[in-house]
């Protein structure tokens, strides 16, 4: 059995070669294949992306960050959160059509069978999208475009990274000469933290975390924030915009994709067994209830 290690701020990252990655979805289907239309539903992802690359400007986006952030929505634990995922399907994800809730947990399954000892690692999996609470009404019930998706940039031109690119020709920001250069409103290794993502569950979730107080480490909050930055952490884009703390972060990012995009399965995981475990996390983490 083949061992990687890689030394990264205190700690090692062992990629112990043990979780099979499947040929293919729970459809049958090739993974995250966007480009052929094999089904009804890949038809639907594609009209989806179409929607989000027309709709998330930079106005918008900062529009989000500003009401969001007053976090007035709700106060209420993590697993609670966790348990209202159960009303909420991804339409931008042609590999998977159950409740979020499977998803989570067989992620941070999937991550604590190889990553035993990297228990901050088994909790990012189980939050990471809870920020999909966003198209819930209470929560401002949010078209699914402005919820999930693929993550890209705002500020400076879309790169060809982005699946779909076509469609960003229609989106208001493409001709705007402040954002259609390579940089645009950033300077080179200006870090992600200064960038001005396209809102959705990812950034949503983060301020959440971070605004009440989770002591998860760094690479916890990268992966919350930038595990839909596919054009990135996928394709290579955008590595003009990272800083040192970026690359190094990349990295826990790159393992935990693995176990995010590969570990979905018709077969569920029973909730009520883990469950213990999971509060022993939360509450080690995070607060017993935070604002939303």
Same mark, same amino acid.
Request: include cysteine.
């Given at each position: 059995?083949?061992?990687?290690?890689?030394?990264?701020?205190?700690?090692?990252? !062992?990629?112990?070669?043990?979780?099979?990655?499947?040929?293919?979805?729970?459809?049958?289907?090739?993974?995250?294949?966007?480009?052929?239309?094999?089904?009804?539903? !890949?038809?639907?992802?594609?009209?989806?992306?179409?929607?989000?690359?027309?709709?998330?400007?930079?106005?918008?986006?900062?529009?989000?960050?500003?009401?969001?952030?007053?976090?007035?929505?709700?106060?209420?634990?993590?697993?609670?959160?966790?348990?209202?995922?159960?009303?909420?399907?991804?339409?931008?994800?042609?590999?998977?059509?159950?409740? !979020?809730?499977?998803? /989570?947990?067989?992620?941070?399954?999937?991550?604590?069978?190889?990553?035993?000892?990297?228990?901050?690692?088994?909790?990012?999996?189980?939050?990471?999208?809870?920020?999909?609470? /966003?198209?819930?009404?209470?929560?401002?019930?949010?078209?699914?475009?402005?919820?999930?998706?693929?993550?890209?940039?705002?500020?400076?031109?879309?790169?060809?990274?982005?699946?779909?690119?076509?469609?960003?020709?229609?989106?208001?920001?493409?001709?705007?000469?402040?954002?259609?250069?390579?940089?645009?409103?950033?300077?080179?290794?200006?870090?992600?933290?200064?960038?001005?993502?396209?809102?959705?569950?990812?950034?949503?979730?983060?301020?959440?975390?971070?605004?009440?107080?989770?002591?998860?480490?760094?690479?916890?909050?990268?992966?919350?924030?930038?595990?839909?930055?596919?054009?990135?952490?996928?394709?290579?884009?955008?590595?003009?915009?990272?800083?040192?703390?970026? =690359? =190094?972060?990349?990295?826990?990012?790159?393992?935990?994709?693995?176990?995010?995009?590969?570990?979905?399965?018709?077969?569920?995981?029973?909730?009520?067994?883990?469950?213990?475990?999971?509060?022993?996390?939360? =509450?080690?983490?995070?607060?017993?209830?935070?604002?939303?």
């Amino acid at each position: 059995m083949v061992k990687m290690t890689i030394q990264l701020e205190g700690k090692k990252i !062992q990629d112990q070669d043990q979780f099979m990655v499947p040929q293919t979805n729970a459809f049958g289907h090739d993974f995250r294949d966007y480009n052929n239309a094999q089904s009804e539903r !890949q038809k639907g992802v594609e009209k989806f992306y179409k929607t989000q690359h027309i709709n998330q400007t930079y106005d918008f986006v900062k529009k989000m960050r500003e009401d969001y952030i007053k976090l007035d929505k709700a106060k209420m634990s993590i697993w609670e959160c966790c348990e209202l995922l159960n009303d909420v399907v991804d339409d931008s994800d042609p590999d998977l059509d159950e409740p !979020q809730i499977q998803h /989570l947990l067989q992620s941070a399954e999937a991550i604590r069978k190889d990553y035993p000892n990297e228990d901050w690692l088994h909790l990012t999996a189980l939050i990471h999208d809870l920020g999909k609470i /966003l198209v819930l009404p209470k929560f401002g019930g949010l078209p699914q475009w402005a919820v999930v998706g693929d993550t890209f940039p705002l500020g400076c031109a879309f790169d060809e990274s982005n699946i779909h690119h076509k469609y960003f020709k229609e989106n208001q920001d493409f001709n705007n000469p402040i954002y259609n250069t390579k940089n645009g409103i950033y300077n080179d290794s200006i870090g992600l933290e200064n960038v001005m993502m396209s809102w959705g569950h990812d950034d949503y979730m983060y301020m959440v975390a971070k605004e009440n107080g989770t002591t998860l480490p760094s690479a916890g909050l990268f992966i919350i924030r930038y595990h839909s930055f596919y054009p990135l952490h996928k394709n290579g884009g955008y590595k003009h915009l990272m800083n040192d703390e970026d =690359e =190094e972060n990349l990295k826990w990012l790159h393992v935990f994709n693995k176990y995010d995009l590969y570990s979905k399965s018709k077969v569920h995981v029973n909730v009520e067994e883990v469950k213990p475990y999971y509060m022993s996390l939360i =509450e080690k983490y995070f607060p017993a209830k935070l604002r939303w």
